[in-house]
């Protein structure tokens, strides 16, 4: 069983930023893809960044130059890094990783941004 465990979201004002922290743990010998997915509410899933293994990016054009993705791969830990939030930004973030064929999910964590 794996599981994935969000931290640090939390309330901060337009222009602020914050870090969020996903950490995985259970039956795990490698981690493929993580990444952050985000949703408001009455809106679809969408990608917000991803890395490999490797440390190859993919970010979605509304973060790009605004949020870093990492990993530590010897923690199975991925981090995002989220500088010069907007309002609509404001969304549940959840943590994601490919391990072994499987999608796993985090529980979600809130970003809520004030203008």
């Known amino acids: 069983q794996v599981q994935l465990v969000e931290s640090g979201g939390g309330l901060v004002q337009a222009g602020g930023s914050l870090r969020l922290s996903c950490a995985a743990s259970?039956?795990?010998?490698?981690?493929?893809?993580m990444g952050w997915y985000r949703q408001a509410p009455g809106k679809q899933r969408d990608l917000v960044a991803r890395i490999s293994s490797g440390g190859s990016t993919n970010y979605g054009d509304s973060v790009e130059g605004r949020f870093t993705i990492s990993r530590d791969n010897a923690k199975n830990t991925v981090y995002l890094q989220m500088n010069s939030l907007k309002p609509e930004d404001t969304a549940t973030y959840y943590c994601?990783?490919?391990?072994?064929?499987?999608?796993?999910w985090g529980q979600g964590t809130q970003v809520t941004v004030s203008s």
């Open positions: 994601a990783a490919h391990i072994a064929g499987r999608h796993y």
């Open positions: 259970g039956s795990i010998f490698s981690i493929n893809t």
